[in-house]
């Protein structure tokens, strides 16, 4: 009884063919495996630009907000600015009532904003736990 590298010819031959069988499929299941890894990731590229469109929308909504209350602010400024008479107080102290008043709107309107759990509030906040985690996905 011989051993296996002792004569056996055709058993060597036939492991040198089949190195090059090996290879390929080594080579073919790393391509595979590249293909997969690939596709995950456009997936989550994906998600994450869904969630950047949604903070943007966030964004877009509270520059609104603040362009509103802005733009309400400016027509009360000026319609207390057009008002003339010597019965009213100066300017100064109707200008400071003013921007007192427009502060106290202000915080009622952030008061109720927080009871509301707005779910944009919660997007806006963990915007840059969103931008980390994107460059995190993407470092290979």
Do not use: Y
């Not at 997969?36 to 630009?49: A, F």
């Not at 943007?56 to 009360?76: G, M, Q, T």
């Not at 202000?106 to 840059?128: H, I, M, V, Y």
């Amino acid at each position: 009884m011989s051993s296996i590298g002792e004569g056996n010819i055709t058993f060597w031959q036939r492991l040198k063919r089949q190195k090059h069988g090996l290879g390929n499929m080594a080579l073919a299941a790393s391509t595979l495996l590249l293909a997969v890894r690939l596709i995950d990731q456009d997936k989550e590229l994906n998600r994450m630009r869904e969630r950047e469109s949604e903070l943007l929308e966030a964004f877009r909504c509270e520059n609104r907000d603040v362009l509103e209350r802005f733009s309400r602010f400016r027509a009360s400024l000026e319609e207390e600015i057009d008002r003339a008479g010597s019965r009213l107080p100066p300017l100064s102290t109707r200008l400071r009532e003013l921007i007192e008043k427009s502060n106290r709107e202000e915080q009622a309107s952030l008061a109720s904003f927080g009871n509301q759990q707005d779910p944009n509030l919660e997007k806006l906040q963990t915007k840059e736990a969103l931008q980390a985690k994107i460059k995190a996905s993407f470092m290979v």
